[in-house]
């Protein structure tokens, strides 16, 4: 499973997804779209917003801190 948080250092709702990752124990690449144009264009080109955290969960997107869709995410595409 591929899993990638789109973040940035000043955003608190990135901190929250990033120690929710790392409770549950996934692991996860992690962009920061404030330092890395490149990343940023292909976050907002997968996501359609430019507003951080993005989370790719196996091509599942995910906008904000959303628990439950982070969740049924990760059951859906364990391996």
């Given at each position: 499973?591929?899993?990638?948080?789109?973040s940035?250092?000043?955003?608190?709702?990135?901190?929250?997804?990033?120690?929710?990752?790392?409770?549950?124990?996934?692991?996860?690449?992690?962009?920061?779209?404030?330092?890395?144009?490149?990343?940023a264009?292909?976050?907002?080109?997968?996501?359609?917003?430019?507003?951080?955290?993005?989370?790719?969960?196996?091509?599942?997107?995910?906008?904000?801190?959303?628990?439950?869709?982070?969740?049924?995410?990760?059951?859906?595409?364990?391996?």
């Amino acid at each position: 499973m591929e899993i990638i948080v789109y973040s940035t250092d000043t955003c608190p709702w990135c901190y929250k997804v990033k120690d929710y990752l790392k409770k549950k124990g996934v692991k996860f690449t992690e962009y920061n779209v404030g330092e890395d144009q490149d990343k940023a264009i292909e976050m907002v080109e997968k996501s359609g917003q430019m507003g951080v955290p993005v989370t790719d969960i196996d091509g599942e997107i995910i906008l904000g801190f959303n628990k439950e869709e982070i969740d049924k995410a990760l059951e859906k595409h364990k391996k």
